[in-house]
């Protein structure tokens, strides 16, 4: 079996911060902090509406990103999702199509 190579992520918080992660984490049933990662980054990139709109409530909270920047971005977004339900487009069938085109451009 050929081994993956994996990338490592990491971070500083305070140490206390640390501790209260650490006992929210068990309290809320993850085994271990990359499980937790894992979920957040899998949410981010799986582009799950829930956490998109917590960041959304982050980046205002936060001042992160440009008042204009944020609403074009929430407004791509919707304008997506919109645009997937009226073509009645699966996540698969989306991901199907790019394959194809992949496959089409690599022959040019």
Same mark, same amino acid.
């Given at each position: 079996?050929? %081994?993956?190579? =994996?990338?490592? +992520? ?5 140490? &206390? ?6 006992? $929210? ?23 799950? %509406?829930?956490? =998109?709109?917590? +960041? ?5 909270? &936060? ?6 920047? $944020? ?23 989306? %991901?199907?199509?790019?394959?194809? +085109? ?7």
């Amino acid at each position: 079996m050929k %081994e993956e190579k =994996l990338s490592k +992520l990491s971070f500083f918080v305070e140490p &206390k911060m640390h501790e209260d992660f650490k006992i $929210r984490l068990h309290y809320d049933g993850f085994m271990n902090q990359s499980e937790f990662f894992r979920a957040c980054f899998f949410g981010y990139l799986l582009k799950n %509406e829930q956490f =998109l709109q917590f +960041l959304d409530s982050y980046k205002i909270d &936060k001042n992160i990103q440009n008042v204009l920047s $944020r609403q074009k971005s929430i407004k791509l977004r919707k304008a997506g999702l919109k645009t997937n339900a009226s073509l009645g487009l699966s996540e698969d069938e989306i %991901e199907n199509i790019f394959d194809i +085109l992949e496959e089409e451009l690599v022959e040019l």
